[in-house]
C-alpha cells in the first residue's frame, strides 16, 4: 500500500500572503505534515508527495518534521496550471498493488483511514453527518441511495453526503480511473471521472466515522480548524491548582523604564522640503539610513524623497517592495532584514517608512528587531495612515490567520505628516473613517463637523483640521492609556469585527471600508445591550456621506465571522470584548472598563444584523 499525497498546482490561495495550502499550519503543523502522519498512523508507511513549484519549500517542511520511520518520495508536476487529474496520471506510476489518494488540505478529528473497506477496485470515502458536513467546507456533494453511489459533483441540487477528499484504488482500479480520464478533458474534476468509470463499473463507498473534520479551502475553514484543534487539545485546568503552589522569591530583579517623545509635524508642501529641515540628530547623521516604500509610491514620490536626502549628505538606500497586503509577511520581513544587515546599518541608523499603512507596519516592525531596535521615522503618504500606524507604538505583520498577529510596540523618532499630499478622493475618504471613529467614540462636535464637511475631502485645509484633530483625540487616549487596557481601549472601536471582515474578504476591502462595517456591527451590538442611545442611524448617515460601506458583504457568512473573532487575542471562552458607543461623543463603559464582554450568541445577533443597508 502506498499513501499519495496531491500537493502540487497553484491552488485556491486562501490568504492574501500566498502560502500554498500545504505549507498552512494548523495548531502547529503544515497540512502537508498532518497528512504525512495521518497515513503513518494507519500503519501506510510508503508514501508519495507530488509537488509542482512550490516543491522545494514542501520538501523542507517535511523534513523538518520528525518523519524519519517513513519513506517519502516526490513525484514532481512542473506544470502548476496542470489539472488534478495530471496528478493522479503522475503518482499512478508509483501503485504497485494499491493506494489510497489524498488532497494535502484536510484536518480530521480522528484518523480517517480506518473507515475504507477496500472492498472494490475504486471506493471513495464520504460523510454523511450533517452538522459535522455543515461547516466542513468541502466542495465536492454526494447522491447515495441505500450505501450506494447515485451522483457526485460540485453543483448537485440534491444530495445527502459529502466527499470527504479520500480515495482508494487497486492497481486495476488506478489504471481504469486514468483510461476513462483520458476519453474526457483532461481538466476535468475527478467527480466527474469517478461518475463516468461507475457507469461501467461499480464504484464503492466507504462511509466517515461520525466526527469534525474540515477540507480547507477557505480562511474561515482554516480559522475553524485551528480554533477546533486547540479545543480538542486545551486542558480543562492546571496540573496542579495554582493555590498549592509555592510562590517564588526573587533573589534580586529590576526594572525599565524609558521616555522618549515623538514628534508629530503636520506641515502642508513638508515632503517637497524635506532638505530644508533637520530628520536626525548629529549622532546619526554618519549612519547609513534606509527609505522603505512600496512600488506605486516610489513612482510618485520615492526619487524625490531619496534625493532630498541625499543632497543633505545623508547615507541613503531606498527599498521598494510589492504594493498590497501581501507584503506585511513574515517571508518579506526576513528577506529585508537579511538585505538591510547586508547593507551595513550600524544601532544610529533610521528605516524612513514612505508610504500607507503596509510600508509603516512592515518598517516599523523591521526597525523595532534590527539591532533590537533602530531609528523609525514615518513618512505618510495615506490619510489612513497619518492617523493610524505613523501615531502608535504598534508595528505588526499578518499570520496565515489574520492581521497583525506578529509584531511589537516601538516608538518611531519622528512622524512627518503633509496634508497637501495629492491623492485619490477615495483614499481620503478610507482615512477619515478612523477619524470618524474618534468623533464617535470621543467627540460629538467633531462628528458633526465631520457630517456636514463631507463635501471638502479634496481640500487641504479640511484636510489638515481632520488631521490634527484626530491626532489630539488620539494622543489624549495614548497619554492616558498607551497599551490599550483601559480607556485607549477606544483606539480599536470597529477593528474587532473589521480585522475579521478585512481578512475574510481577502483584503478585497480596504482598511477604512473594514473598519467603518465593523464599527457597525458594534453600534448593533450597543443597540442589543441597550445601551444610552441607538447609535445605528448615525452611524449609517456619516458612513454614507463619504462613501463608505456600512453593510457587510453577502459573500461573507456571519459564521465566518463569529469564527474570526474567537481567534482574536481579546476573546476569552465565550464571551469576546468590544468597545462599544453609549452615544455619539462618548463610548460606553461599565465600572471604568471599556472593552465590554459580550456573549457570542449577542455578537452573532449583532453581526447579522450588519448585513442589510
Same mark, same amino acid.
Given at each position: ?12 490561495k ?17 497540512l ?72 494535502c ?21 464520504v ?19 441505500f ?6 459533483g460540485r ?5 445527502d ?22 476519453s ?13 468509470l461507475?457507469?461501467?463499473s461499480?464504484?464503492?463507498l ?23 484543534m ?5 486542558h ?8 498549592s ?59 524625490s ?35 538591510i ?9 533610521? +528605516?524612513?517608512?514612505? %508610504? ?5 507596519? $512592515?518598517?516599523? #516592525?523591521?526597525?523595532?528587531? /534590527?539591532?533590537? !531596535? ?29 492581521k ?12 512627518v ?11 481620503v475618504?478610507?482615512?477619515i ?9 470621543q ?25 490634527k ?18 480607556r485607549?481601549m +477606544?483606539?480599536?472601536? %470597529? ?5 475579521? $471582515?478585512?481578512? #475574510?474578504?481577502?483584503?478585497? /476591502?480596504?482598511? !477604512?471600508q473594514?473598519?467603518?462595517?465593523g ?74 472598563d ?18 442589510g443597508?
Amino acid at each position: 500500500m502506498i499513501g499519495i499525497i496531491l500537493a502540487a498546482g497553484r491552488g485556491q490561495k486562501i490568504n492574501a500572503l500566498h502560502t500554498p495550502k500545504p505549507l498552512l499550519w494548523v495548531y502547529g503543523k503544515p497540512l502537508i505534515v498532518r497528512q504525512i502522519e495521518l497515513l503513518r498512523e494507519a500503519d501506510i508507511r510508503n508514501v508519495a508527495v507530488v509537488v509542482g513549484s512550490r516543491g522545494a519549500e514542501i520538501r523542507s517542511a517535511i523534513a523538518d518534521a520528525n518523519l524519519k520511520d517513513m519513506r517519502i518520495q516526490y513525484i514532481e508536476e512542473p506544470n502548476d496550471d496542470a489539472g488534478i487529474l495530471h496528478s493522479f496520471e503522475r503518482a499512478a506510476g508509483f501503485v504497485e498493488s494499491e493506494c489510497v489518494i489524498t488532497s494535502c488540505d484536510l484536518v480530521f478529528e480522528r484518523n480517517p483511514y480506518q473507515a475504507l473497506t477496500k472492498r472494490s477496485d475504486v471506493e471513495v470515502l464520504v460523510s454523511k453527518h450533517k452538522k459535522e458536513n455543515e461547516f466542513s467546507g468541502a466542495p465536492v456533494f454526494v447522491e447515495t441511495r441505500f450505501g450506494k453511489l447515485v451522483a457526485m459533483g460540485r453543483t448537485l441540487d440534491e444530495y445527502d453526503a459529502l466527499h470527504a477528499g479520500i480515495h482508494y484504488f487497486t492497481k486495476k482500479g488506478i489504471n481504469n480511473f486514468l483510461a476513462e480520464a483520458k476519453s474526457m478533458d483532461f481538466q476535468e474534476e475527478p467527480s466527474e471521472v469517478i461518475m463516468r468509470l461507475h457507469g461501467n463499473s461499480t464504484v464503492a463507498l466507504s462511509f466517515l466515522p461520525e466526527m469534525e473534520w474540515f477540507d480547507i479551502n477557505a480562511a474561515d475553514t482554516l480559522l475553524r480548524a485551528e480554533m477546533f484543534m486547540r479545543r480538542t487539545h486545551a486542558h480543562a485546568k492546571p496540573a496542579q491548582e495554582l493555590v498549592s503552589l509555592k510562590e517564588l522569591v526573587p533573589a534580586a530583579s529590576f526594572t525599565y523604564t524609558k521616555t522618549q517623545e515623538t514628534r508629530v509635524i503636520i506641515e502642508s508642501g513638508i515632503l517637497k522640503q524635506l532638505s530644508t529641515v533637520r530628520l536626525m540628530g548629529p549622532e546619526r547623521a554618519g549612519s547609513h539610513h534606509i527609505i522603505i516604500t512600496d512600488e506605486n509610491v516610489d513612482t510618485l514620490f520615492g526619487d524625490s524623497v531619496f534625493s532630498q536626502l541625499r543632497n543633505v549628505g545623508y547615507r541613503v538606500t531606498k527599498l521598494v517592495i510589492p504594493a498590497g497586503e501581501q507584503s506585511k509577511s513574515m517571508a518579506l520581513y526576513n528577506d529585508f532584514a537579511e538585505r538591510i544587515i547586508a547593507l551595513g546599518i550600524d544601532e544610529h541608523s533610521i +528605516i524612513f517608512a514612505l %508610504g500607507g499603512g503596509v510600508v509603516a507596519n $512592515i518598517s516599523g #516592525l523591521l526597525a523595532a528587531t /534590527l539591532y533590537r !531596535g533602530i531609528g523609525l521615522v514615518h513618512l505618510p503618504t495615506t490619510i489612513m495612515n497619518m492617523l493610524d500606524v505613523s501615531i502608535s507604538l504598534k508595528q505588526g505583520i499578518n499570520g496565515q490567520k489574520g492581521k497583525n498577529l506578529v509584531g511589537s510596540y516601538y516608538q518611531p523618532l519622528l512622524a512627518v505628516i503633509d496634508p497637501a499630499l495629492s491623492m485619490p478622493d477615495s483614499l481620503v475618504r478610507d482615512g477619515i473613517s478612523e477619524a470618524i471613529k474618534h468623533a464617535i467614540c470621543q467627540d460629538a462636535d467633531f462628528y458633526q463637523y465631520l457630517l456636514e464637511n463631507a463635501h471638502r475631502v479634496a481640500d487641504p485645509l479640511f484636510r489638515e483640521e481632520v488631521i490634527k484633530r484626530t491626532i489630539n483625540l488620539k494622543i489624549e487616549l495614548m497619554h492616558e492609556d498607551m497599551f490599550e487596557n483601559h480607556r485607549g481601549m +477606544i483606539l480599536q472601536y %470597529g477593528h474587532e469585527a473589521g480585522h475579521a $471582515i478585512e481578512f #475574510l474578504s481577502r483584503f478585497e /476591502l480596504s482598511h !477604512g471600508q473594514s473598519i467603518a462595517i465593523g464599527m457597525r456591527v458594534s453600534a448593533e451590538i450597543a443597540k442589543l445591550m441597550e445601551a444610552g442611545e441607538n447609535t445605528v442611524d448615525a452611524h449609517k448617515k456619516i458612513f454614507r456621506a463619504y462613501k463608505l460601506p456600512c453593510a457587510i458583504p453577502e459573500y461573507i457568512e456571519p459564521h465566518a465571522i463569529i469564527d474570526a473573532l474567537k481567534y482574536n487575542k481579546k476573546t476569552l471562552a465565550r464571551e469576546a470584548r468590544f468597545v462599544l458607543p453609549d452615544f455619539i461623543g462618548k463610548a460606553w463603559k461599565i465600572k471604568g472598563d471599556y472593552g465590554i464582554p459580550c456573549p457570542m450568541d449577542l455578537v452573532q445577533k449583532a453581526v447579522k444584523k450588519s448585513y442589510g443597508k
